[in-house]
Protein backbone atom coordinates (compact mmCIF):
# COMPACT_ATOMS: atom_id res chain seq x y z
CA UNK A 1 0.00 0.00 0.00
CA UNK A 2 2.77 2.40 0.96
CA UNK A 3 4.48 1.89 -2.26
CA UNK A 4 1.42 2.22 -4.30
CA UNK A 5 0.33 5.28 -2.85
CA UNK A 6 3.77 7.02 -3.27
CA UNK A 7 4.10 8.42 -6.68
CA UNK A 8 0.69 10.43 -6.10
CA UNK A 9 2.35 11.36 -2.87
CA UNK A 10 5.44 13.42 -4.87
CA UNK A 11 3.60 16.04 -6.62
CA UNK A 12 2.16 17.08 -3.70
CA UNK A 13 5.58 17.10 -1.54
CA UNK A 14 6.70 19.28 -4.71
CA UNK A 15 3.85 21.65 -4.36
CA UNK A 16 4.25 22.27 -0.68
CA UNK A 17 7.84 22.59 -1.14
CA UNK A 18 7.45 25.63 -3.92
CA UNK A 19 4.58 26.84 -2.01
CA UNK A 20 7.24 27.09 1.29
CA UNK A 21 9.96 28.47 -0.89
CA UNK A 22 7.36 31.11 -2.33
CA UNK A 23 6.47 32.06 1.13
CA UNK A 24 9.77 32.29 2.21
CA UNK A 25 10.95 34.34 -0.74
CA UNK A 26 8.45 36.56 0.12
CA UNK A 27 9.40 37.30 3.77
CA UNK A 28 12.66 37.47 2.85
CA UNK A 29 12.26 40.10 0.19
CA UNK A 30 10.44 41.82 2.41
CA UNK A 31 14.14 42.53 4.86
CA UNK A 32 15.76 43.07 1.64
CA UNK A 33 17.00 46.78 1.48
CA UNK A 34 16.30 47.91 -2.19
CA UNK A 35 17.85 50.52 -4.79
CA UNK A 36 18.19 53.94 -3.69
CA UNK A 37 18.46 53.22 0.74
CA UNK A 38 14.88 52.31 -0.05
CA UNK A 39 13.04 49.83 2.04
CA UNK A 40 10.29 47.38 0.31
CA UNK A 41 7.77 46.89 2.98
CA UNK A 42 4.35 45.21 2.84
CA UNK A 43 2.80 47.53 4.85
CA UNK A 44 0.65 45.65 7.45
CA UNK A 45 -2.77 47.93 7.81
CA UNK A 46 -5.56 46.29 9.42
CA UNK A 47 -7.96 49.04 10.46
CA UNK A 48 -9.32 49.63 14.07
CA UNK A 49 -12.49 47.94 15.39
CA UNK A 50 -15.00 50.59 15.06
CA UNK A 51 -15.29 53.05 12.39
CA UNK A 52 -15.72 56.87 13.62
CA UNK A 53 -15.96 58.33 10.50
CA UNK A 54 -19.50 56.33 9.71
CA UNK A 55 -20.60 57.42 14.07
CA UNK A 56 -23.69 59.96 13.81
CA UNK A 57 -23.50 63.29 15.45
CA UNK A 58 -25.58 64.19 17.47
CA UNK A 59 -24.53 67.56 17.07
CA UNK A 60 -24.00 67.92 13.79
CA UNK A 61 -21.93 70.02 11.91
CA UNK A 62 -23.41 70.96 8.39
CA UNK A 63 -21.29 71.78 5.54
CA UNK A 64 -22.63 75.43 5.97
CA UNK A 65 -21.41 75.78 9.35
CA UNK A 66 -17.89 74.36 8.22
CA UNK A 67 -14.70 76.56 8.27
CA UNK A 68 -12.04 76.02 5.45
CA UNK A 69 -8.39 76.22 5.56
CA UNK A 70 -7.54 79.93 4.46
CA UNK A 71 -7.42 79.73 0.74
CA UNK A 72 -4.89 81.45 -1.32
CA UNK A 73 -0.80 81.30 -2.12
CA UNK A 74 1.18 81.07 1.27
CA UNK A 75 3.32 83.78 2.15
CA UNK A 76 6.95 84.28 2.27
CA UNK A 77 7.69 83.98 5.60
CA UNK A 78 11.04 85.72 7.01
CA UNK A 79 13.59 83.15 7.80
CA UNK A 80 14.18 82.02 11.05
CA UNK A 81 17.42 80.19 11.04
CA UNK A 82 20.84 81.58 10.99
CA UNK A 83 22.53 81.71 6.97
CA UNK A 84 24.57 78.83 8.44
CA UNK A 85 26.72 78.98 4.89
CA UNK A 86 28.16 81.82 5.49
CA UNK A 87 30.07 80.00 8.11
CA UNK A 88 33.24 78.03 7.90
CA UNK A 89 33.10 75.07 10.22
CA UNK A 90 36.41 73.85 11.10
CA UNK A 91 37.45 70.21 10.48
CA UNK A 92 37.15 70.41 14.58
CA UNK A 93 34.44 71.74 14.82
CA UNK A 94 32.83 68.89 12.13
CA UNK A 95 34.31 66.45 14.34
CA UNK A 96 33.43 67.30 17.61
CA UNK A 97 29.45 67.90 16.03
CA UNK A 98 29.85 64.11 14.82
CA UNK A 99 31.21 62.82 18.08
CA UNK A 100 28.19 64.14 20.29
CA UNK A 101 25.43 63.27 17.88
CA UNK A 102 26.66 59.69 17.71
CA UNK A 103 26.41 59.80 21.35
CA UNK A 104 23.22 60.95 21.17
CA UNK A 105 21.90 58.28 18.82
CA UNK A 106 23.93 55.51 20.28
CA UNK A 107 21.95 56.58 23.70
CA UNK A 108 18.70 56.59 21.44
CA UNK A 109 19.01 53.19 19.86
CA UNK A 110 20.44 51.90 23.55
CA UNK A 111 16.55 53.29 24.97
CA UNK A 112 14.86 51.90 21.57
CA UNK A 113 16.12 48.33 22.14
CA UNK A 114 15.39 47.66 25.28
CA UNK A 115 12.17 49.11 24.71
CA UNK A 116 11.39 46.54 21.96
CA UNK A 117 12.77 44.04 24.10
CA UNK A 118 11.24 44.69 27.39
CA UNK A 119 7.88 46.87 26.71
CA UNK A 120 7.01 46.28 22.90
CA UNK A 121 3.47 47.54 22.25
CA UNK A 122 3.57 49.16 25.59
CA UNK A 123 2.97 53.03 26.31
CA UNK A 124 6.15 52.80 28.21
CA UNK A 125 9.33 51.22 29.26
CA UNK A 126 9.95 50.93 32.77
CA UNK A 127 14.00 51.23 32.72
CA UNK A 128 14.90 49.16 36.06
CA UNK A 129 12.40 46.23 36.36
CA UNK A 130 12.66 46.08 32.49
CA UNK A 131 9.09 45.77 31.85
CA UNK A 132 6.16 47.42 29.89
CA UNK A 133 4.00 49.80 31.84
CA UNK A 134 0.84 51.26 29.95
CA UNK A 135 -0.23 55.14 30.84
CA UNK A 136 -1.84 56.33 27.39
CA UNK A 137 -4.31 53.99 26.99
CA UNK A 138 -2.19 51.19 25.99
CA UNK A 139 -1.63 51.77 22.21
CA UNK A 140 1.89 51.80 22.65
CA UNK A 141 2.63 55.77 22.94
CA UNK A 142 6.78 55.05 22.94
CA UNK A 143 6.12 53.07 19.67
CA UNK A 144 4.29 56.09 18.30
CA UNK A 145 5.72 59.01 19.69
CA UNK A 146 9.48 57.79 18.25
CA UNK A 147 8.76 56.91 14.73
CA UNK A 148 9.60 60.99 13.55
CA UNK A 149 12.89 60.64 15.69
CA UNK A 150 13.68 56.89 13.98
CA UNK A 151 13.37 58.38 10.70
CA UNK A 152 15.60 61.51 11.44
CA UNK A 153 18.28 59.55 13.00
CA UNK A 154 18.16 57.12 10.13
CA UNK A 155 17.78 54.44 12.05
CA UNK A 156 15.23 52.99 9.07
CA UNK A 157 14.99 49.01 10.19
CA UNK A 158 13.51 49.90 13.33
CA UNK A 159 11.48 52.71 11.89
CA UNK A 160 9.88 50.19 9.65
CA UNK A 161 9.83 47.40 12.08
CA UNK A 162 7.32 49.65 14.17
CA UNK A 163 5.35 51.15 11.40
CA UNK A 164 4.08 47.35 10.90
CA UNK A 165 3.41 47.53 14.56
CA UNK A 166 1.41 50.51 14.49
CA UNK A 167 -0.39 49.48 11.25
CA UNK A 168 -2.54 47.52 13.87
CA UNK A 169 -3.07 49.56 16.36
CA UNK A 170 -6.59 49.38 17.42
CA UNK A 171 -7.88 52.60 18.72
CA UNK A 172 -11.51 50.83 19.99
CA UNK A 173 -8.89 48.33 22.27
CA UNK A 174 -7.99 50.82 25.02
CA UNK A 175 -6.57 50.05 28.89
CA UNK A 176 -9.06 52.69 30.26
CA UNK A 177 -12.77 54.18 29.70
CA UNK A 178 -11.43 57.32 28.94
CA UNK A 179 -8.26 58.86 27.54
CA UNK A 180 -7.35 62.56 27.23
CA UNK A 181 -7.88 64.38 24.01
CA UNK A 182 -4.53 66.45 24.96
CA UNK A 183 -2.47 63.57 25.09
CA UNK A 184 -3.77 61.53 22.48
CA UNK A 185 -2.99 64.60 20.45
CA UNK A 186 0.06 65.73 20.54
CA UNK A 187 1.49 62.40 21.15
CA UNK A 188 -0.37 59.62 19.06
CA UNK A 189 -1.56 62.08 16.41
CA UNK A 190 0.94 64.43 16.12
CA UNK A 191 3.54 61.43 16.03
CA UNK A 192 1.53 59.86 13.08
CA UNK A 193 1.54 62.93 10.86
CA UNK A 194 5.12 64.22 11.57
CA UNK A 195 6.71 60.11 10.84
CA UNK A 196 4.04 60.65 7.92
CA UNK A 197 5.22 63.66 6.60
CA UNK A 198 9.03 62.60 7.13
CA UNK A 199 8.39 59.07 5.00
CA UNK A 200 4.95 59.16 3.82
CA UNK A 201 4.20 55.57 4.73
CA UNK A 202 0.91 55.48 3.84
CA UNK A 203 -0.25 53.18 6.72
CA UNK A 204 0.98 56.16 8.72
CA UNK A 205 -1.67 58.47 7.64
CA UNK A 206 -4.71 55.20 7.63
CA UNK A 207 -3.98 55.16 11.44
CA UNK A 208 -3.64 59.63 12.01
CA UNK A 209 -7.22 59.50 10.08
CA UNK A 210 -8.85 56.73 12.12
CA UNK A 211 -7.84 58.25 15.18
CA UNK A 212 -8.69 61.91 13.84
CA UNK A 213 -12.11 60.77 13.14
CA UNK A 214 -12.06 59.45 16.37
CA UNK A 215 -10.59 62.50 18.23
CA UNK A 216 -13.45 64.43 16.34
CA UNK A 217 -16.16 62.93 18.37
CA UNK A 218 -14.82 65.13 21.24
CA UNK A 219 -16.31 68.12 19.81
CA UNK A 220 -19.65 66.55 19.59
CA UNK A 221 -20.49 68.37 22.16
CA UNK A 222 -23.82 70.98 22.41
CA UNK A 223 -21.67 73.96 22.11
CA UNK A 224 -18.93 72.00 19.73
CA UNK A 225 -16.08 72.99 22.09
CA UNK A 226 -14.08 69.78 22.99
CA UNK A 227 -14.23 67.14 26.06
CA UNK A 228 -10.80 66.59 26.99
CA UNK A 229 -12.13 63.69 29.14
CA UNK A 230 -12.79 61.32 26.25
CA UNK A 231 -15.18 58.91 27.36
CA UNK A 232 -15.00 56.30 24.76
CA UNK A 233 -18.15 54.79 25.24
CA UNK A 234 -20.31 58.24 25.87
CA UNK A 235 -18.46 59.87 22.61
CA UNK A 236 -19.71 57.12 20.59
CA UNK A 237 -22.85 57.74 21.69
CA UNK A 238 -22.72 61.74 21.59
CA UNK A 239 -23.00 62.40 24.94
CA UNK A 240 -19.64 64.04 25.80
CA UNK A 241 -19.74 68.08 26.79
CA UNK A 242 -17.48 70.18 27.26
CA UNK A 243 -15.66 71.11 31.04
CA UNK A 244 -16.82 74.18 32.49
CA UNK A 245 -12.85 74.08 34.27
CA UNK A 246 -10.52 72.83 31.68
CA UNK A 247 -7.11 73.25 31.46
CA UNK A 248 -6.24 75.91 29.00
CA UNK A 249 -3.37 73.89 27.06
CA UNK A 250 -5.56 70.99 26.81
CA UNK A 251 -8.16 73.45 24.50
CA UNK A 252 -5.24 75.36 22.54
CA UNK A 253 -2.95 72.93 22.02
CA UNK A 254 -5.19 71.27 19.34
CA UNK A 255 -4.97 73.52 16.64
CA UNK A 256 -1.73 72.11 14.95
CA UNK A 257 -2.78 68.03 14.34
CA UNK A 258 -5.87 69.14 13.39
CA UNK A 259 -4.86 71.70 10.57
CA UNK A 260 -2.07 69.62 9.60
CA UNK A 261 -4.93 66.68 9.34
CA UNK A 262 -7.06 68.99 7.12
CA UNK A 263 -3.71 69.65 4.99
CA UNK A 264 -3.13 66.36 4.22
CA UNK A 265 -6.44 64.77 3.69
CA UNK A 266 -8.25 67.89 2.29
CA UNK A 267 -11.01 67.16 4.38
CA UNK A 268 -12.12 70.81 6.68
CA UNK A 269 -13.89 69.07 9.30
CA UNK A 270 -10.73 68.78 11.71
CA UNK A 271 -9.62 72.58 10.61
CA UNK A 272 -13.33 73.68 11.12
CA UNK A 273 -13.77 72.98 15.04
CA UNK A 274 -10.44 74.43 15.77
CA UNK A 275 -10.52 77.55 14.03
CA UNK A 276 -14.00 77.72 16.56
CA UNK A 277 -11.43 77.41 19.18
CA UNK A 278 -9.39 80.36 17.89
CA UNK A 279 -12.39 82.34 17.70
CA UNK A 280 -13.28 81.93 21.27
CA UNK A 281 -9.34 82.74 22.04
CA UNK A 282 -9.39 85.50 20.04
CA UNK A 283 -12.95 87.14 21.67
CA UNK A 284 -11.88 86.75 24.96
CA UNK A 285 -8.09 87.88 25.08
CA UNK A 286 -8.17 91.08 26.38
CA UNK A 287 -11.25 90.90 29.19
CA UNK A 288 -9.57 88.84 31.28
CA UNK A 289 -7.67 89.57 35.02
CA UNK A 290 -4.79 89.88 33.04
CA UNK A 291 -5.64 90.72 29.30
CA UNK A 292 -3.41 89.70 27.11
CA UNK A 293 -3.30 86.25 28.70
CA UNK A 294 -6.21 83.61 29.23
CA UNK A 295 -6.43 82.52 32.93
CA UNK A 296 -4.82 79.09 33.23
CA UNK A 297 -8.28 77.38 34.25
CA UNK A 298 -10.80 78.17 31.52
CA UNK A 299 -14.82 77.38 31.07
CA UNK A 300 -15.36 75.60 27.76
CA UNK A 301 -19.06 75.64 29.04
CA UNK A 302 -20.33 78.86 29.69
CA UNK A 303 -18.64 82.18 28.06
CA UNK A 304 -15.09 80.63 27.92
CA UNK A 305 -13.44 82.45 30.86
CA UNK A 306 -13.49 81.64 34.51
CA UNK A 307 -12.98 83.81 37.77
CA UNK A 308 -9.34 81.93 37.49
CA UNK A 309 -7.03 84.29 38.74
CA UNK A 310 -3.43 82.54 37.99
CA UNK A 311 -2.01 83.18 34.86
CA UNK A 312 1.50 81.03 33.71
CA UNK A 313 3.13 79.65 31.17
CA UNK A 314 4.13 76.69 33.14
CA UNK A 315 2.01 73.55 33.20
CA UNK A 316 -1.82 73.45 32.19
CA UNK A 317 -1.19 76.37 30.12
CA UNK A 318 2.08 76.46 28.22
CA UNK A 319 1.43 75.06 24.82
CA UNK A 320 -1.64 77.23 24.47
CA UNK A 321 0.80 80.06 24.04
CA UNK A 322 3.40 78.26 22.02
CA UNK A 323 0.73 77.24 19.20
CA UNK A 324 -0.39 80.84 18.25
CA UNK A 325 2.77 81.67 16.45
CA UNK A 326 3.25 78.04 15.30
CA UNK A 327 -0.14 78.17 14.14
CA UNK A 328 0.67 81.43 11.94
CA UNK A 329 3.09 79.67 10.13
CA UNK A 330 1.19 76.48 9.29
CA UNK A 331 -0.97 78.17 7.65
CA UNK A 332 1.75 80.58 5.31
CA UNK A 333 0.52 83.65 6.91
CA UNK A 334 -2.21 83.67 5.48
CA UNK A 335 -4.56 84.19 8.86
CA UNK A 336 -3.32 87.37 10.73
CA UNK A 337 -5.26 86.47 14.07
CA UNK A 338 -2.73 84.27 15.19
CA UNK A 339 -0.02 87.04 14.82
CA UNK A 340 -1.86 89.25 16.95
CA UNK A 341 -2.99 87.01 19.43
CA UNK A 342 0.73 86.24 19.79
CA UNK A 343 2.37 89.66 19.92
CA UNK A 344 -0.41 90.57 22.11
CA UNK A 345 0.14 87.61 24.80
CA UNK A 346 3.76 87.82 24.39
CA UNK A 347 3.62 91.69 25.72
CA UNK A 348 1.54 90.36 28.58
CA UNK A 349 4.01 87.77 29.55
CA UNK A 350 7.19 90.44 29.34
CA UNK A 351 5.31 93.26 30.89
CA UNK A 352 4.20 90.83 34.36
CA UNK A 353 5.32 87.28 34.19
CA UNK A 354 9.16 87.56 33.30
CA UNK A 355 11.51 88.50 36.07
CA UNK A 356 15.40 88.52 35.93
CA UNK A 357 17.21 87.06 39.25
CA UNK A 358 19.61 88.49 42.06
CA UNK A 359 22.77 86.83 41.64
CA UNK A 360 25.79 87.59 42.74
CA UNK A 361 27.27 87.31 39.30
CA UNK A 362 24.72 89.91 37.96
CA UNK A 363 27.03 91.51 35.06
CA UNK A 364 28.06 87.90 33.80
CA UNK A 365 24.48 86.02 34.05
CA UNK A 366 22.02 88.60 31.87
CA UNK A 367 19.33 86.05 32.41
CA UNK A 368 15.54 85.86 32.53
CA UNK A 369 12.99 83.58 34.01
CA UNK A 370 9.08 83.13 33.61
CA UNK A 371 6.98 83.20 36.61
CA UNK A 372 3.37 82.95 37.42
CA UNK A 373 1.06 85.73 38.22
CA UNK A 374 -1.77 86.13 40.56
CA UNK A 375 -4.15 89.05 39.64
CA UNK A 376 -7.27 90.10 40.84
CA UNK A 377 -8.04 91.81 37.63
CA UNK A 378 -7.02 95.39 39.55
CA UNK A 379 -4.00 96.76 40.26
CA UNK A 380 -2.94 94.10 42.57
CA UNK A 381 -0.67 91.92 39.99
CA UNK A 382 1.33 89.54 42.39
CA UNK A 383 4.48 87.97 40.63
CA UNK A 384 5.50 84.25 42.02
CA UNK A 385 8.86 83.23 41.34
CA UNK A 386 8.33 80.03 40.57
CA UNK A 387 10.31 78.12 37.63
CA UNK A 388 8.89 74.99 36.15
CA UNK A 389 11.35 72.66 33.82
CA UNK A 390 7.86 72.78 31.63
CA UNK A 391 8.22 76.54 31.13
CA UNK A 392 11.58 76.19 29.54
CA UNK A 393 10.20 76.18 26.34
CA UNK A 394 9.47 79.68 26.68
CA UNK A 395 13.15 80.78 25.09
CA UNK A 396 12.26 79.01 21.94
CA UNK A 397 8.96 80.54 21.77
CA UNK A 398 9.98 83.94 22.20
CA UNK A 399 12.95 83.78 19.37
CA UNK A 400 10.61 82.26 17.03
CA UNK A 401 7.72 84.51 17.18
CA UNK A 402 10.51 87.38 17.41
CA UNK A 403 12.18 86.38 13.90
CA UNK A 404 8.95 86.00 12.62
CA UNK A 405 7.18 88.89 13.27
CA UNK A 406 10.21 90.89 13.46
CA UNK A 407 10.69 92.06 16.63
CA UNK A 408 14.28 91.90 17.89
CA UNK A 409 13.60 92.51 21.55
CA UNK A 410 12.17 89.20 21.49
CA UNK A 411 14.73 87.21 20.05
CA UNK A 412 16.75 88.88 22.53
CA UNK A 413 14.45 87.78 25.37
CA UNK A 414 14.23 84.24 24.00
CA UNK A 415 17.80 83.93 24.17
CA UNK A 416 18.02 85.17 28.15
CA UNK A 417 15.21 82.77 28.78
CA UNK A 418 16.75 79.93 27.39
CA UNK A 419 20.51 80.63 28.75
CA UNK A 420 18.33 81.11 32.31
CA UNK A 421 17.50 77.93 32.05
CA UNK A 422 20.85 76.41 31.43
CA UNK A 423 22.07 78.33 34.10
CA UNK A 424 19.44 76.69 36.08
CA UNK A 425 20.48 73.44 34.87
CA UNK A 426 24.64 74.36 36.70
CA UNK A 427 22.90 75.32 39.92
CA UNK A 428 22.39 71.93 40.97
CA UNK A 429 24.37 69.19 42.13
CA UNK A 430 23.98 66.60 38.91
CA UNK A 431 24.02 69.32 36.44
CA UNK A 432 20.48 69.06 35.47
CA UNK A 433 17.44 71.28 37.21
CA UNK A 434 14.55 70.09 38.68
CA UNK A 435 10.51 69.79 37.61
CA UNK A 436 9.71 73.28 40.09
CA UNK A 437 12.14 75.88 42.25
CA UNK A 438 12.03 79.17 43.07
CA UNK A 439 14.47 81.78 42.12
CA UNK A 440 15.17 85.15 44.10
CA UNK A 441 13.53 87.92 41.75
CA UNK A 442 15.02 91.80 41.11
CA UNK A 443 12.68 94.23 42.53
CA UNK A 444 13.71 96.36 40.17
CA UNK A 445 11.24 97.70 37.57
CA UNK A 446 11.50 96.53 33.70
CA UNK A 447 13.88 93.58 33.95
CA UNK A 448 16.61 95.85 34.89
CA UNK A 449 19.54 93.94 36.78
CA UNK A 450 20.02 94.30 40.50
CA UNK A 451 22.67 94.49 43.45
CA UNK A 452 23.19 91.00 45.31
CA UNK A 453 21.65 91.37 48.57
CA UNK A 454 23.65 88.77 50.84
CA UNK A 455 21.11 89.95 53.99
CA UNK A 456 18.07 89.20 51.56
CA UNK A 457 19.04 85.75 50.44
CA UNK A 458 19.99 84.52 53.99
CA UNK A 459 16.49 85.77 54.99
CA UNK A 460 14.58 84.31 51.87
CA UNK A 461 16.55 81.03 50.66
CA UNK A 462 15.02 78.09 52.57
CA UNK A 463 18.22 76.60 52.76
CA UNK A 464 21.06 78.56 52.27
CA UNK A 465 23.45 76.74 52.94
CA UNK A 466 23.04 73.69 50.09
CA UNK A 467 21.54 76.08 47.64
CA UNK A 468 23.42 77.42 45.08
CA UNK A 469 23.13 81.42 45.37
CA UNK A 470 19.73 82.89 43.69
CA UNK A 471 17.89 79.55 44.25
CA UNK A 472 15.21 80.36 46.84
CA UNK A 473 13.53 76.51 47.05
CA UNK A 474 13.07 73.49 45.35
CA UNK A 475 9.50 72.45 45.36
CA UNK A 476 9.76 69.44 43.13
CA UNK A 477 13.44 67.81 43.02
CA UNK A 478 12.92 65.44 40.79
CA UNK A 479 13.81 65.45 37.00
CA UNK A 480 11.41 63.38 34.45
CA UNK A 481 13.93 63.22 31.19
CA UNK A 482 11.86 66.33 29.98
CA UNK A 483 12.80 67.94 26.65
CA UNK A 484 12.03 72.04 27.61
CA UNK A 485 15.59 73.12 28.13
CA UNK A 486 17.68 71.88 25.45
CA UNK A 487 14.41 72.20 22.58
CA UNK A 488 15.11 76.01 23.56
CA UNK A 489 18.65 75.84 23.73
CA UNK A 490 18.61 73.81 20.18
CA UNK A 491 15.78 76.85 18.60
CA UNK A 492 18.47 79.48 19.78
CA UNK A 493 21.26 77.93 18.26
CA UNK A 494 19.19 77.67 14.95
CA UNK A 495 17.81 81.26 15.00
CA UNK A 496 21.64 82.87 16.14
CA UNK A 497 24.02 80.19 15.30
CA UNK A 498 26.42 81.01 18.24
CA UNK A 499 28.42 78.16 18.61
CA UNK A 500 28.78 78.73 22.16
CA UNK A 501 25.38 77.14 22.89
CA UNK A 502 26.43 73.92 21.30
CA UNK A 503 28.74 73.51 24.09
CA UNK A 504 26.01 74.56 26.58
CA UNK A 505 23.78 71.67 25.24
CA UNK A 506 26.89 69.17 25.51
CA UNK A 507 27.05 69.76 28.98
CA UNK A 508 23.81 69.31 29.54
CA UNK A 509 23.52 66.19 27.80
CA UNK A 510 26.42 65.03 29.69
CA UNK A 511 24.86 65.86 32.90
CA UNK A 512 21.38 63.88 31.83
CA UNK A 513 23.41 60.99 30.95
CA UNK A 514 25.39 61.08 33.95
CA UNK A 515 22.16 61.69 36.32
CA UNK A 516 19.82 59.11 34.35
CA UNK A 517 21.49 56.40 32.62
CA UNK A 518 20.69 53.08 33.53
CA UNK A 519 22.28 49.92 32.50
CA UNK A 520 19.29 49.18 29.76
CA UNK A 521 18.07 53.14 29.25
CA UNK A 522 17.43 56.23 31.06
CA UNK A 523 15.15 56.82 33.84
CA UNK A 524 13.73 59.62 35.86
CA UNK A 525 14.88 60.61 39.09
CA UNK A 526 14.11 61.15 42.17
CA UNK A 527 16.26 64.27 43.06
CA UNK A 528 18.81 66.74 41.09
CA UNK A 529 20.33 67.64 43.93
CA UNK A 530 21.95 63.84 44.83
CA UNK A 531 25.91 64.55 46.03
CA UNK A 532 28.39 62.97 44.46
CA UNK A 533 26.21 61.74 41.29
CA UNK A 534 24.58 58.68 43.06
CA UNK A 535 20.57 59.18 42.09
CA UNK A 536 17.80 57.95 42.86
CA UNK A 537 15.85 56.49 39.92
CA UNK A 538 12.44 55.84 39.89
CA UNK A 539 11.97 53.79 36.87
CA UNK A 540 10.07 55.37 34.55
CA UNK A 541 11.06 56.65 31.03
CA UNK A 542 7.66 58.79 29.32
CA UNK A 543 7.96 58.62 25.64
CA UNK A 544 8.72 62.23 25.30
CA UNK A 545 12.99 61.09 26.04
CA UNK A 546 13.06 59.72 22.68
CA UNK A 547 10.37 61.40 21.00
CA UNK A 548 11.41 65.47 22.28
CA UNK A 549 14.78 65.05 24.55
CA UNK A 550 16.96 63.11 22.49
CA UNK A 551 15.79 64.58 19.05
CA UNK A 552 16.85 68.12 19.96
CA UNK A 553 19.99 66.98 21.15
CA UNK A 554 20.73 64.66 18.09
CA UNK A 555 19.25 67.86 16.20
CA UNK A 556 21.70 70.51 17.71
CA UNK A 557 24.81 68.19 16.71
CA UNK A 558 23.44 67.71 13.09
CA UNK A 559 23.80 69.24 9.83
CA UNK A 560 21.52 72.69 10.67
CA UNK A 561 19.57 71.91 7.44
CA UNK A 562 18.20 68.65 9.02
CA UNK A 563 14.75 69.47 9.96
CA UNK A 564 15.52 73.13 9.18
CA UNK A 565 13.21 75.41 10.78
CA UNK A 566 12.29 77.23 7.04
CA UNK A 567 10.51 73.99 5.96
CA UNK A 568 9.19 72.73 9.73
CA UNK A 569 7.45 73.08 12.25
CA UNK A 570 7.25 71.14 15.66
CA UNK A 571 4.77 70.53 17.95
CA UNK A 572 4.93 70.67 21.42
CA UNK A 573 5.76 66.67 21.69
CA UNK A 574 8.43 67.72 18.97
CA UNK A 575 7.19 66.29 16.21
CA UNK A 576 7.72 67.98 12.57
CA UNK A 577 4.93 68.96 10.30
CA UNK A 578 5.91 70.27 6.82
CA UNK A 579 5.55 73.89 6.50
CA UNK A 580 3.72 74.77 3.06
CA UNK A 581 5.73 76.33 0.73
CA UNK A 582 5.60 79.98 -0.57
CA UNK A 583 4.48 80.30 -4.08
CA UNK A 584 1.32 78.26 -4.38
CA UNK A 585 0.66 74.80 -4.32
CA UNK A 586 1.47 73.28 -1.29
CA UNK A 587 -1.34 74.79 0.31
CA UNK A 588 -4.67 72.72 1.36
CA UNK A 589 -8.08 74.54 0.01
CA UNK A 590 -5.59 76.44 -2.03
CA UNK A 591 -5.27 73.86 -4.62
CA UNK A 592 -3.34 70.84 -3.03
CA UNK A 593 -5.21 67.26 -4.44
CA UNK A 594 -7.40 66.34 -1.52
CA UNK A 595 -5.99 62.47 -0.39
CA UNK A 596 -8.51 60.10 -0.62
CA UNK A 597 -7.16 56.38 -0.19
C1 LIG B 1 32.38 70.79 7.83
O1 LIG B 1 31.06 70.41 7.49
C2 LIG B 1 30.44 71.27 6.57
C3 LIG B 1 28.99 70.92 6.41
O2 LIG B 1 28.73 69.60 6.74
C4 LIG B 1 31.20 71.22 5.25
O3 LIG B 1 30.59 72.06 4.30
C5 LIG B 1 32.63 71.66 5.51
O4 LIG B 1 33.39 71.53 4.33
C6 LIG B 1 33.27 70.84 6.61
N1 LIG B 1 34.55 71.44 6.94
C7 LIG B 1 35.67 70.75 6.99
C8 LIG B 1 36.91 71.51 7.26
O5 LIG B 1 35.71 69.54 6.84
C1 LIG C 1 -6.60 44.46 23.07
O1 LIG C 1 -5.22 44.67 23.27
C2 LIG C 1 -4.63 43.73 24.13
C3 LIG C 1 -3.21 44.19 24.42
O2 LIG C 1 -2.65 44.86 23.37
C4 LIG C 1 -4.70 42.37 23.50
O3 LIG C 1 -4.11 41.41 24.33
C5 LIG C 1 -6.16 42.01 23.26
O4 LIG C 1 -6.26 40.79 22.59
C6 LIG C 1 -6.85 43.09 22.46
N1 LIG C 1 -8.28 42.82 22.43
C7 LIG C 1 -8.97 42.84 21.30
C8 LIG C 1 -10.44 42.60 21.46
O5 LIG C 1 -8.47 43.05 20.22
C1 LIG D 1 19.06 93.93 51.68
O1 LIG D 1 17.96 93.19 52.14
C2 LIG D 1 17.55 93.48 53.46
C3 LIG D 1 16.50 92.47 53.84
O2 LIG D 1 15.54 92.31 52.85
C4 LIG D 1 17.09 94.92 53.53
O3 LIG D 1 16.69 95.24 54.83
C5 LIG D 1 18.22 95.83 53.06
O4 LIG D 1 17.77 97.15 53.01
C6 LIG D 1 18.75 95.41 51.73
N1 LIG D 1 19.94 96.16 51.40
C7 LIG D 1 20.07 96.90 50.32
C8 LIG D 1 21.37 97.57 50.12
O5 LIG D 1 19.15 97.01 49.50
Known amino acids: MAILKAPRRLPRLLVFVAVTCIIFTYFLLDRIPQRHGKWRTRTLYVPSSFDWAKRRQTHPLFESDMTRLPEGPPHELPRIQHDFS ?198 TQSGTKLPGMWPTFVDLRNGFLTPDSSFTLGAMADSAYEYLSKMYVLLGGLDPTYKKMHTKAMETVRNHLLFRPMLPDADTADILFPGTVLSNGGKIIDLLPEVQHLGCFTG ?25 CAWAYEAFPTGVMPEVSEIMPCKTPNLKPCEWNETRWQEESEDAERFSKGIRAVRAPGYMLRPEAIESIFILYRITGKEDLLDVAWRMFESIQRATETKFANSAIADVQADGGYTTKIDSMESFWIAETLKYFYLIFSDPELISLDEYVFNTEAHPFKRPKPGGDDMPGGGEKPMHD
Open 396 to 420: GMFALGGKLFGIDEHVEIGEKLARG
Open 86 to 283: LDTPSKAHNQTQRRRRDAVRSTAQKCWATYREYAWGYDELRPQTLSGLDTFSGWGATLVDSLDTLWIMGLRTEFQEAVRMVGTIDWDNSTGVVCSLFETNIRYLGGLLSAYDLSQEKTLIKKAVELGNMLYAAFDTPNHMPANAFHFERARRGLLVADSREQSASVGTLSLEFTRLSQITGDMKFYSVIDRIKSELER
